[in-house]
Nanobody, 113 residues
Framework: QVQLVESGGGLVQPGGSLRLSCTGS????????MAWYRQAPGKQRELVAQ???????NYGDSVKGRFTISRDSAKNTVSLQMNSLKPEDTAVYYC???????WGQGTQVTVSS
């Protein structure tokens, strides 16, 4: 049974940075694509970034050039480095394991002065 535990959300001023982490249990965590999604109030959940088992990455248009997804196979962790944050980045961010259709519990990111 795979479980996902997220950490790293919080309140940050516009232009600031945050780093989110998602740690997975289970021996298959490193074998498959992982992703980060976000959902702002009143909006649909959207893809932020994804990374394959071979470290190929893909980003949503609104975060390209500002966010970086990475994974540490030794630690079963996928991270999302978020720079140059904007108020419109405010949302609940979710770690997602597509192979098992499994979501993390979500972590709130608020960008506000």
């Amino acid at each position: 049974q795979v479980q996902l535990v997220e950490s790293g959300g919080g309140l940050v001023q516009p232009g600031g940075s945050l780093r989110l982490s998602c740690t997975g249990s289970g021996s298959t965590f490193n074998m498959y694509t992982m992703a980060w999604y976000r959902q702002a109030p009143g909006k649909q959940r959207e893809l932020v970034a994804q990374i394959t088992s071979r470290f190929s990455t893909n980003y949503g248009d609104s975060v390209k050039g500002r966010f970086t997804i990475s994974r540490d196979s030794a630690k079963n962790t996928v991270s999302l480095q978020m720079n140059s944050l904007k108020p419109e980045d405010t949302a609940v961010y979710y770690c997602y394991f597509p192979m098992y259709n499994m979501w993390g519990q979500g972590t709130q990111v608020t960008v506000s002065s």
